[in-house]
């Protein structure tokens, strides 16, 4: 069976979704951050040693990163689901974005996050940030005009992984300044799956 070591707040969230809707047994291990820094508890460092989550064990393999464990994940038991033909043209849209989720996408909200936490003024960070975030959002926004996912009309493993910065975007109260991510946000809330994530992550959070 399929451990999950499941890290409250955290991008585990959206793998929980995937193994939900993958239909896969599968074990939470749950940690709560420290309530003070925020970081993960040490106990993480046994399972991996940099002590990040998400990490999954699986058939004797530790697996850490999203964008890998999803894509490990949809190759080992998706059956052909959540990820077009390797051969197709969408195959390289599917990659791009699986990874634009952690890289581009991700950088200028953890920036955010950190300005916030840390609360002091600074001279170029906070502007560039919001610049970025802006921009990138925009981009999402005119990409998602007149689809219902990312790439084809099927969701794949990229709406797995973008789930987590359509999120940021809502918890930001961001949302009716996107239309379209907007929509997009409300379809990921029909899915009985993705719902299930959420409650599982109430639930250990």
Same mark, same amino acid.
């Given at each position: 069976m399929i451990k999950l070591h499941h890290l409250n707040k955290s991008r585990s969230k959206r793998i929980i979704w995937l193994l939900e809707e993958l239909g896969v047994d599968y074990d939470i291990i749950a940690y709560q951050r420290?309530?003070?820094? %925020?970081?993960?508890?040490?106990?993480? *460092?046994?399972?991996h040693p940099l002590g990040k989550a998400p990490v999954i064990e699986d058939n004797g393999k530790v697996i850490t990163e999203s964008g890998a464990i999803t894509d490990y994940l949809i190759t080992q038991y998706g059956k052909g689901k959540f990820m077009p033909n390797q051969q197709s043209e969408s195959y390289i849209d599917y990659q791009?974005?699986?990874? %634009?989720?952690?890289?581009? &996408? +991700?950088?200028?909200?953890?920036? *955010?996050?950190?300005? =916030?936490? !840390?609360?002091?003024k =600074?001279?170029?960070?906070? !502007?560039? &940030?919001?610049?970025?975030?802006g921009k990138i959002l925009s981009y999402v926004n005119q990409h998602l005009k007149g689809? *219902?996912? %990312?790439? !084809?009309?099927?969701? =794949?493993? &990229? !709406? %797995? +992984? +973008?789930s987590f910065v359509i999120e *940021?975007?809502?918890?930001?109260? +961001?949302?009716?300044?996107?239309?379209?991510i907007e929509r997009y946000f409300e379809r990921l809330n029909t899915y009985e799956s993705y719902r299930t994530a959420n409650e599982l992550e109430a639930k250990y959070g």
């Open positions: 420290n309530k003070e820094t %925020f970081l993960a508890p040490d106990e993480l *460092k046994q399972i791009q974005w699986l990874h %634009f989720a952690e890289s581009s &996408a +991700m950088v200028p909200f953890l920036l *955010k996050l950190f300005i =916030t936490k !840390d609360g002091c =600074t001279n170029f960070i906070a !502007d560039y &940030a919001d610049h970025e975030i689809r *219902k996912y %990312f790439v !084809d009309d099927n969701l =794949t493993g &990229a !709406d %797995f +992984m +973008m *940021k975007v809502a918890e930001s109260g +961001m949302l009716s300044h996107f239309a379209e």
